[in-house]
């Protein structure tokens, strides 16, 4: 096998293959130093780690919404990385992202800005043509039934509670379409029962509909109710990488620096 042939095969036994991904910030922040990761189709992924590690680094040079510096990314078998205008963008709409502060149009209804999750499907002529199919449209509707807020769509998304929001937010998601979900601290904001609520709605998203789920997060109890595998950044390494139950006070001082939640 040749090189590039030897590439493919390796990448195409995960669905993401992330490989000595480095992403330096100015002169100075190493915010990821070399990560390599396999993530397999379906799994439910946990990135743990104190403020600053990089997770959300990590997570957003998955679909270059922050530019990596080095190394590669590969999802299905094809390299992110290397990709660049339209070839990108149809990637990028296998991968979902919803974040801490839910990044809603505030001013919009529910349903607005559910549907802006097909707006990777608007392809050619279409992208200078306002509206929606009624594909989409079937698409957000369903999407919204699924986190069960469609009796919210006309209600403009500032008069809705965090956690109504973050289900609009991943309604959006599922709109897309996603195999990949990536979840940037997505109940941080919300108290804890709350919280128990979205991440039953997440899991429900991974194991239903097969979507692939990487999800940082702060809390470890939760890290280790929710996740399948559990990661830890320390200053843009990966430290930790093991199942839930397998996280002791040694790993955790190691991913910390001491014990105790932060
Ligand atoms: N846009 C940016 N510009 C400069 N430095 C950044 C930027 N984003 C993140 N960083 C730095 O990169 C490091 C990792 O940050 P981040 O990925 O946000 O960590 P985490 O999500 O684990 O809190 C931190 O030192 C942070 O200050
Ligand atoms: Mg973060």
Request: aromatic share 0%; hydrophobic share 25%; no cysteine.
């Given at each position: 096998m040749n090189g590039m042939a030897a590439a493919r095969a390796a990448a195409t036994t995960s669905l993401i293959r992330v490989e000595r991904l480095t992403k330096v910030f100015?002169?100075?922040?190493?915010?990821?130093?070399a990560v390599s990761l396999d993530v397999p189709r379906g799994q439910f992924l946990c990135v743990i780690g104190p403020?600053?590690?990089?997770k959300s680094t990590l997570l957003r040079c998955l679909n270059r919404l922050v530019e990596p510096t080095s190394g590669r990314v590969w999802v299905h078998g094809e390299e992110i990385t290397a990709q660049s205008g339209e070839v990108l963008r149809r990637s990028r709409r296998r991968l979902a992202m919803v974040f801490q502060q839910f990044n809603l149009v505030r001013r919009s209804t529910v349903l607005t800005n559910v549907l802006t999750g097909r707006l990777g499907y608007q392809e050619g002529l279409r992208r200078f043509v306002p509206g929606f199919s009624p594909e989409d449209r079937a698409m957000a509707w369903r999407s919204l039934d699924r986190l069960e807020i469609a009796e919210k769509a006309t209600v403009r998304a500032d008069q809705l509670s965090g956690g109504q929001m973050q289900r609009v937010a991943l309604a959006r998601a599922l709109a897309q379409q996603p195999e990949v979900l990536l979840a940037d601290e997505p109940v941080a904001s919300l108290d804890p029962e709350t919280a128990v609520v979205v991440l039953d709605y997440l899991r429900d998203i991974n194991r239903s509909d097969g979507i692939t789920v990487l999800c940082a997060i702060h809390h470890l109890d939760l890290a280790k109710k929710y996740a399948d595998r559990i990661v830890a950044m320390r200053q843009g390494r990966l430290v930790y990488d093991g199942l839930p139950g397998d996280l002791d006070d040694a790993a955790y001082r190691r991913i910390y620096g001491r014990l105790g939640y932060d």
């Open positions: 100015g002169t100075a922040t190493k915010a990821l130093d403020s600053g590690s990089g």
